[in-house]
């Protein structure tokens, strides 16, 4: 599967932002999805992730409660709806698909893959 993510932008802390990944290929309905970001001069690490059915969804503790993970697989895209934004979030966020045979909850990035370009989120205090 391929995977383009887009949405980034600029934004002040405590607006919103929605990115979208959408997914080439008939089979996006079969992957589990998740977010990941990387900030300048650190490691990428685990935003949140979704099952293929959108019924199981999980996030990083620094994201909970501010971030929503969503699908349609209707229309090949995942999406995060990114709002209370804080200048910590500003990051390259990738959208990626997990790998089968990972946990019900694997948040390392080994545990992905087809990562796709990324959308830049810049959050101004």
């Known amino acids: 599967v391929q995977l383009q993510a887009s949405g980034g932008g600029l934004v002040q802390a405590g607006g919103s932002l929605r990115l979208s990944c959408e997914a080439s290929g008939r089979t996006f309905s079969y992957y589990d999805m998740g977010w990941f970001r990387q900030a300048l001069g650190k490691e990428r690490e685990f935003v949140a992730a979704i099952s293929w059915s959108g019924s199981t969804t999980y996030y990083a503790d620094s994201v909970k409660g501010r971030f929503i993970i969503s699908r349609d697989n209707a229309k090949n895209t995942v999406y995060l709806q990114m709002n209370s934004l804080k200048p910590e979030d500003t990051a390259l966020y990738y959208c990626?698909?997990?790998?089968?045979?990972?946990?019900?909850?694997?948040?390392?990035?080994?545990?992905?893959?087809?990562w796709g370009q990324g959308t830049l989120v810049t959050v101004s205090s």
């Open positions: 990626a698909a997990k790998r089968d045979g990972t946990s019900d909850y694997a948040a390392r990035v080994t545990d992905f893959y087809s």
